[in-house]
């Protein structure tokens, strides 16, 4: 299995992805060519796409290298998501989010970059920080607490949420019905049927800034460098892990992987 971390390396101006075996715990390969800080990552087949900087990386995973990449956003693409169907979706700090549609091999040019963009949605009234997909349907987060519910066929807002002391969501996840959102120092979670705030928890002491979900466990990243296990049948915290400087988590298998700020990586097994 592999496992895809960003972290900044000492590279100048450039910033790298770094692809590892986590059964060999080893690094596979880096890939370097963004001019801003890696905001977000995902994969498909064996493609990666990975925003920083106004235009969207695209890498062929087994070559190591860049394939294409693509311009429309006018500011920082903070968040992105991609399916098998090579279906992409990017938010942005223009506030806006941008729908893709890619070859199988992800090979495209910049200068082509306008007949890939399906559509673009907008709506937000501060920066898009974060997204999540579920199915045909995406929850974007915002910088202002907006929580917003797009139909990705229709290309429509469906449903609006919005965090009541207007801090900016960092991090989401969404599992059946329930929207978790990280909103400054709690995790929320959001009824996306009725659009209500369902459930707070609070534990963390400073800003949760990730968040990943594989049922019935919820992680959260802070910085208050710890990362907190949360269980979703009783809504409580089941385990909390010391992480000095954590900035993403991945969960697969029951195994969680921890990205640091020094480089390094966690690796946790999950009761």
Same mark, same amino acid.
């Given at each position: 299995?592999?496992?895809?971390?960003?972290?900044?390396?000492?590279?100048?101006?450039?910033?790298?992805?770094?692809?590892?075996?986590?059964?060999?715990?080893?690094?596979?390969?880096?890939?370097?060519?963004?001019?801003?800080?890696?905001?977000?990552?995902?994969?498909?087949?064996?493609?990666?796409?990975?925003?920083?900087?106004?235009?969207?990386?695209?890498?062929?995973?087994?070559?190591?290298?860049?394939?294409?990449?693509?311009?429309?956003?006018?500011?920082? %693409?903070?968040?992105?998501?991609?399916?098998?169907?090579?279906?992409?979706? +990017? &938010? @942005?700090? $223009?506030? =806006?989010?941008?729908? /893709?549609?890619?070859?199988?091999?992800?090979?495209?040019?910049?200068?082509?970059?306008?007949?890939?963009?399906?559509?673009?949605?907008?709506?937000?009234?501060?920066?898009?920080?974060?997204?999540?997909?579920?199915?045909?349907?995406?929850?974007?987060?915002?910088?202002?607490?907006?929580?917003?519910?797009?139909?990705?066929?229709?290309?429509?807002?469906?449903?609006?949420?919005?965090?009541?002391?207007?801090?900016?969501?960092?991090?989401?996840?969404?599992?059946?019905?329930?929207?978790?959102?990280?909103?400054?120092?709690?995790?929320?979670?959001?009824?996306?049927?009725?659009?209500?705030?369902?459930?707070?928890?609070?534990?963390?002491?400073? %800003?949760?800034?990730?968040?990943?979900?594989?049922?019935?466990?919820?992680? +959260? &990243? @802070?910085? $208050?460098? =710890?990362?907190?296990? /949360?269980?979703?049948?009783?809504?409580?915290?089941?385990?909390?892990?010391?992480?000095?400087?954590?900035?993403?988590?991945?969960?697969?298998?029951?195994?969680?992987?921890?990205?640091?700020?020094?480089?390094?990586?966690?690796?946790?097994?999950?009761?």
């Amino acid at each position: 299995s592999f496992f895809l971390s960003f972290l900044a390396c000492d590279l100048g101006t450039y910033l790298c992805l770094q692809v590892w075996d986590t059964a060999a715990e080893s690094c596979l390969s880096e890939l370097e060519g963004h001019t801003s800080n890696v905001r977000s990552v995902d994969t498909a087949n064996n493609v990666i796409v990975s925003g920083g900087e106004a235009t969207v990386r695209i890498w062929d995973m087994h070559e190591g290298e860049m394939v294409g990449s693509l311009a429309g956003h006018e500011h920082y %693409v903070s968040s992105l998501t991609i399916d098998d169907e090579m279906r992409l979706v +990017t &938010g @942005s700090w $223009d506030r =806006t989010l941008r729908i /893709w549609r890619l070859p199988e091999d992800g090979r495209v040019s910049e200068e082509n970059s306008a007949q890939y963009c399906k559509g673009v949605m907008q709506g937000h009234t501060a920066s898009v920080l974060c997204l999540h997909r579920n199915g045909d349907r995406l929850v974007s987060g915002s910088l202002s607490g907006e929580l917003f519910v797009w139909n990705l066929l229709t290309m429509s807002k469906t449903v609006e949420m919005r965090e009541a002391q207007g801090c900016g969501v960092n991090a989401l996840a969404w599992e059946r019905s329930l929207i978790f959102a990280a909103a400054d120092m709690n995790l929320q979670v959001w009824d996306t049927s009725s659009g209500r705030l369902v459930e707070t928890l609070k534990g963390h002491t400073n %800003v949760i800034t990730c968040l990943c979900l594989s049922f019935p466990w919820v992680l +959260t &990243g @802070s910085r $208050d460098n =710890t990362v907190k296990v /949360w269980s979703v049948r009783s809504w409580t915290c089941v385990r909390t892990i010391s992480a000095p400087g954590v900035r993403c988590i991945s969960l697969s298998h029951r195994t969680s992987a921890v990205g640091m700020d020094s480089g390094h990586l966690q690796w946790w097994a999950l009761p």
